[in-house]
């Protein structure tokens, strides 16, 4: 069993930045894939960016790539989600999730989900 607390949202404008993190339980949080996903109202939740288990490679949904960067510290057992530029289409709720193998992409990979954080960007 393995457990993600989120923390990080929040209220920012345009422009601005955030930095999520995601909590990890279990004392073999260095073999799990880690992702972020989001679900804005009234949308779908789609795949943010994701990481192996050793930190390389990370992958990125092609919105905001170039903007957002992923990365964890598993001496800390946590994993960030650094956000840059933010716009007002990135208002979500946050996910972490955990996976063992699969797709990175897919949240059907993904075993154990955090309750998520809530991104409010003002414009």
């Known amino acids: 069993q393995v457990q993600l607390v989120e923390s990080g949202g929040g209220l920012v404008q345009a422009g601005g930045s955030l930095r999520l993190l995601c909590a990890a339980s279990?004392?073999?949080?260095?073999?799990?894939?880690m992702g972020w996903f989001r679900q804005a109202p009234g949308k779908e939740r789609e795949f943010v960016a994701a990481i192996s288990w050793s930190g390389a490679p990370t992958y990125y949904a092609d919105s905001v790539k170039g903007r957002f960067t992923i990365s964890r510290d598993n001496a800390k057992n946590t994993v960030y989600l650094q956000m840059n530029s933010l716009k007002p289409e990135d208002t979500a709720v946050y996910y972490c999730?955990?996976?063992?193998?699969?797709?990175?992409?897919?949240?059907?990979?993904?075993?154990?989900w955090g309750q998520g954080t809530r991104v409010t960007v003002s414009s």
């Open positions: 999730a955990v996976a063992y193998r699969g797709s990175y992409y897919q949240d059907t990979a993904y075993d154990y």
């Open positions: 279990g004392r073999t949080f260095s073999i799990y894939r």
